[in-house]
């Protein structure tokens, strides 16, 4: 599969998670003031919260939604890509890739996904080989500037996220993804 082709897939393969996302969304607060004025819990006894807690917690699930076969297929092609990362392949072409996605991603949205799975997952896998790229493309890459505030730091080489938190502190706040 080509690059551009597989950038659409794998925007596509966004698209379906974030829209299954948004419509699934509910309210935490709402949720949890609607079953406390249908079951009037604020003088219940422990044993009876019990089950409203469960049904606070049913109402927050959102429902399954299947995948058809062509979503099925774009996420084998984007869960083949993340396995490369997660294997260690070639990682001069693997941030070539996360590159493109940077670069391409059609909505702030769709960058901070890319920023909060594909880079994060790149930097906290491979951070001493990938630090330098990141360096290197930081200057001359606004929207890997914007992407890298949206990477939690965590597991991995600590000298590697202090150098990532350096860059990041370079930009103003109003200039962070969400």
Known sequence: ????????????????IHQNHVKNALDPDAELLAVYREKRVKDAPPEE?????????NRMQPPYQPLNPAEEADEDIVFEFIDSIESG??????????MLLIERAPTDEALAFVAASTL?????MHGKAVIEFVEADYPRSA????????????????????????????????????
């Open 120 to 124: 994060e997952d790149l930097i906290r």
């Open 1 to 16: 599969m080509n690059k551009d082709a597989f950038v659409e897939t794998y925007f596509r393969h966004f698209e379906v």
């Open 143 to 178: 929207r890997l500037r914007t992407a890298l505030t949206g990477v939690w730091t965590g597991p991995g080489d600590s000298d590697v996220w202090l150098r990532v938190l350096a860059l990041m502190d370079e930009l103003p706040p109003e200039k962070h993804v969400n």
């Open 49 to 57: 919260l019990v089950p409203v807690a469960r049904e606070i917690v």
């Open 89 to 98: 392949g070639n990682i001069a072409d693997l941030w070539r890739t996360v």
